[in-house]
């Protein structure tokens, strides 16, 4: 592929010239053997929803293979800043007191976005938050009892033992043991089409330009606080900036109540 070139998000160069070596020359950093060829699945980040994803198919017997453009002690994005989780639950749940109705619970939500919400979607989310934390918990992620005095939060929201790091660290000892491969420092870069099929992963690796062919590829590296773009779109209105640009939403201490995440939130 010489003569190529595309973006290093990490690095900000343009590589001019493209050697896309063997996969197989790829060393799974979890367990230290060599990446299995052509995995059954490819998922592109390595946060909560890539982690829950590679899970699920790990769990039906599928070769899966997570790219995570952070380095291993980074990995995780947003998801090993998070403290807890908000769940709906009709008795006692785990760490989680009484009750919290789908109602309420909606009501609640309602009143972060003034009110604009999707309905359908809101309560598709908050209807399946029950079944959640049991599933979590038989992943290995442990929670702990918010502290006493914290206003209702016992009966709504349910705090990760060990923060966002335990339950990232959970979720990553959970996919080893089912033999899911992560490859750290590995930013996608491409997506190759070939009609409705994904073709071809392309990504930087240790200096030099790798590919990777899976029969399907799971994208989950761009949630909504990872992407500058949507950032800085909710950010009119919000700080007062008439023209905000990406990076403005990321770094400004006004905008998004002096929001802080990752450093890897590329919004690609
Ligand atoms: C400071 C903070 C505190 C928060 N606290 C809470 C909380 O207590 N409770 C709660 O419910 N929510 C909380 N949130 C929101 C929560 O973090 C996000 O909703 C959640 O982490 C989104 O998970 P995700 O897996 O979609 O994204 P992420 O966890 O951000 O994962 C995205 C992954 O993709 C990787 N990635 C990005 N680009 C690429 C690429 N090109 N190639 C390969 N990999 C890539 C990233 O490195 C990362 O691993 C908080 C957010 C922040 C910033």
Redesign the pocket.
């Known amino acids: 592929m010489k003569g190529s070139c595309f973006f290093d998000?990490q690095k900000g160069f343009e590589i001019k010239e493209i050697v896309i070596d063997a996969h197989t020359a790829l060393i799974d950093q979890t367990s230290g053997g060599p990446i299995q060829s052509d995995p059954d699945i490819v998922v592109?980040?390595?946060?909560?929803?890539?982690?829950c994803s590679a899970i699920t198919a790990a769990e039906v017997g599928a070769h899966v293979l997570i790219?995570?453009?952070?380095p291993k002690p980074?990995?995780?994005?947003?998801?090993?800043?998070?403290?807890?989780?908000?769940s709906m639950h009709t008795g006692s749940l785990g760490p989680l007191v009484d009750s919290y109705s789908e109602e309420e619970y909606f009501a609640d939500l309602k009143k972060v976005p003034d009110g604009k919400t999707d309905e359908h979607l809101a309560r598709l989310a908050i209807r399946t938050s029950e079944e959640c934390l049991p599933w979590m918990q038989e992943r290995g992620v442990r929670f702990q009892p918010s502290l006493s005095g914290t206003l209702s939060l016992a009966r709504t929201n349910a705090f990760f033992l060990g923060g966002?790091k335990g339950l990232v660290n959970a979720y990553y000892r959970t996919a080893q043991a089912l033999g899911v491969q992560v490859l750290y420092e590995?930013?996608?870069?491409h997506l190759e089409m070939d009609g409705d099929h994904m073709a071809r992963v392309d990504?930087p690796h240790e200096g030099a330009a790798k590919s990777l062919t899976s029969k399907s590829v799971i994208v989950?590296?761009?949630?909504?606080?990872?992407g500058t773009d949507w950032l800085a779109r909710a950010c009119v209105g919000t700080c007062g900036e008439e023209r905000p640009d990406p990076w403005h939403a990321l770094q400004s201490r006004r905008c998004l109540g002096g929001?802080?995440?990752?450093r890897?939130?590329?919004g690609?």
């Open positions: 998000s592109i980040g390595g946060g909560n929803a890539p982690l790219l995570e453009t952070a980074y990995r995780g994005g947003n998801s090993r800043h998070t403290r807890n989780f908000r966002g590995a930013a996608v870069t990504f989950a590296s761009d949630g909504f606080q990872a929001f802080s995440g990752s890897r939130r590329t690609r």
